[in-house]
Nanobody
Framework: VQLQASGGGLVQPGGSLRLSCTASGVYLDYYAVGWFRQAPGKEREGVSCINYTTGSTYYPYSKKGRFTISRDNDKNTVYLEINDLKPEDTAVYYC?????????????????????WGQGTQVTVSS
């Protein structure tokens, strides 16, 4: 199982980015796919998650509004669009997959419960 995250970079405050997570060695059907981030000195936190089969989504309360998760079934890929980027969004963004047995919200709120992780893509927001 490989998860390839891409799309990060240096962005000015107020800008937008779309991150991609493409899976190989596994079909994402029947998985929860999540985006998580980890800033220096901070714990990894959930940003948003999607039930790849149904398309239902979950956003932790603090992440509602500027983040949008979506999927492309034909490409076995999940996207994360981030709008109105702020310096505090600076972090390494990871995608991960986990089972749906505990529900999408629990998977998103507890990164340690995910089963497979990608290598991460750096997002830096700075002027």
């Amino acid at each position: 199982v490989q998860l390839q995250a891409s799309g990060g970079g240096l962005v000015q405050p107020g800008g937008s980015l779309r991150l991609s997570c493409t899976a190989s060695g596994v079909y994402l059907d029947y998985y929860a796919v999540g985006w998580f981030r980890q800033a220096p000195g901070k714990e990894r936190e959930g940003v948003s998650c999607i039930n790849y089969t149904t398309g239902s989504t979950y956003y932790p309360y603090s992440k509602k509004g500027r983040f949008t998760i979506s999927r492309d079934n034909d490409k076995n890929t999940v996207y994360l669009e981030i709008n109105d980027l702020k310096p505090e969004d600076t972090a390494v963004y990871y995608c991960a997959i986990g089972g749906l047995d505990y529900g999408l919200g629990i998977r998103c709120e507890r990164p340690s419960g995910m089963d497979y992780w990608g290598q991460g893509t750096q997002v830096t927001v700075s002027s």
